[in-house]
């Protein structure tokens, strides 16, 4: 059986955009966005709100950025670091549910979803992929007060060796 850095450093960058996905799928909203409960949409291909039917909200994008390499020392792997952001909508009709409360409902569901699953608790690895996931950096939060479309924009940070 190979050792959990083995496991770690032989994962693809596609392994772990489709394992991240896979689990963000899964999040449970802690309150119901437009009748559901989970994300009824989501996709690696970022698409604009506006495209994205009523019906098929709240939604879920992952999109991936940019890489940085660090590189420890001579014959050291290096470590990578990909950058991506989760970008989600929901209607945010007026006389129902709050835009705010909405937008911190599939926030609270992201943050589950990336909750520890390594052994001492202390990080997500997507079941040994990576290293870590977490949630790093600014969230952008608008609650659709003018619109109706409530959008969420979360950053992530992935580190593998």
């Known amino acids: ?3 959990r850095r083995q496991q770690v450093s032989a994962a693809s960058r596609e392994q772990i955009a489709d394992a991240l996905l896979a689990r963000l799928k899964l999040a449970t909203l802690p309150l119901s966005v437009n009748g559901a409960l989970q994300f009824v949409t989501a996709d690696r291909r970022l698409q604009m709100y506006d495209s994205v039917p009523a019906g098929d909200q709240p939604a879920l994008f992952q999109v991936e950025h940019d890489e940085q390499y660090e590189q420890p020392g001579r014959g050291i792997p290096p470590k990578r670091i990909l950058s991506i952001s989760i970008f ?3 209607r945010a009709e007026i006389g129902a549910t709050l835009g705010a409360t909405i937008v911190n409902s599939m926030l609270a569901a992201i943050e ?15 079941g040994g992929l990576v290293s870590w996931v977490r949630i790093e950096g600014r969230v952008f939060k608008d609650p659709g007060d003018l619109d109706q479309q409530a959008l969420l924009i979360v950053p ?5 060796p």
Not at 156 to 160: D, G, N, P, Q
């Open 1 to 3: 059986m190979p050792s």
């Open 88 to 90: 989600c909508y929901a």
């Open 112 to 126: 589950a979803a990336l909750a520890p699953d390594d052994p001492p608790g202390t990080a997500c690895t997507l």
């Open 156 to 160: 992530l940070r992935v580190m593998w």
